[in-house]
């Protein structure tokens, strides 16, 4: 709870970042795009103020922040306050859970994926978006996490990092996209959505949630 104090006392400033950067978010909603499910029953873990979620027709958002919230619910999101490490909702709720860019906030990434894994359905999947920490743009950054008020208290993750968290989860079939291989300063348009991952900053992947047995 302690990270989210910043985009609760933040919000407008968070909310700036989309339209001075303009060209980057549009290829980040590209690469999720690609890989979101549709039709179905989605929620957003981190919902933010919905700039994700409802352009890309997620029902449910839930983060705790509550500044954000009310923006969200604004763009049409049924909104609830709570934390990702403890999902308010029943088993098998969901056909879809979106994620982006709220791993590296969560105090317990591990058990967010695991309570993830716990509200789809058999046989749904989650979208997650983040920042890969082994590329240039996310050593960049690493390096200068300490002059932002969003990342100083992040922890970033690789792609290898974030897939080994997939499968201790229980997660199946990977299916990747990268973007924004090059500095964030210079991208004016939009840059293409590439398979795979180790080039593009932003990663996005969409990741099985298998039928459990037994």
Same mark, same amino acid.
């Given at each position: ?21 303009? $060209? ?5 909603? $590209? $690469? ?46 049924? %909104? ?35 309570? $993830? ?56 079939? %990977? ?40």
């Amino acid at each position: 709870m302690a990270r989210s104090a910043v985009f609760e006392a933040e919000t407008p400033r968070y909310e700036q970042w989309f339209p001075d950067h303009a $060209a980057a978010y549009s290829a980040e909603m $590209a $690469a999720l795009y690609e890989l979101m499910p549709t039709p179905g029953f989605a929620l957003e873990v981190g919902v933010g103020t919905g700039r994700f979620a409802a352009p890309l027709g997620v029902a449910v958002g839930i983060d705790p922040a509550e500044a954000m919230l009310a923006q969200a619910r604004a763009r049409g999101i049924l %909104c609830v306050r709570g934390t990702a490490e403890a999902l308010p909702f029943r088993d098998g709720a969901f056909d879809h859970v979106l994620i982006v860019t709220t791993i590296c906030f969560v105090d317990d990434p591990r058990r967010m994926l695991a309570e $993830a894994r716990r509200v789809l359905r058999p046989d749904g999947a989650a979208v997650i978006g983040f920042i890969d920490r082994a590329t240039p743009l996310g050593q960049f950054y690493l390096d200068h996490r300490e002059k932002s008020v969003f990342y100083r208290e992040a922890t970033f993750f690789s792609a290898t990092e974030v897939r080994d968290l997939l499968a201790g989860a229980g997660f199946g079939t %990977c299916d990747w996209r990268q973007t924004l291989a090059g500095p964030l300063a210079e991208v004016t348009e939009r840059e293409p959505i590439l398979p795979g991952f180790g080039t593009g900053a932003f990663v996005a992947v969409r990741a099985a949630a298998p039928a459990r047995r037994g």
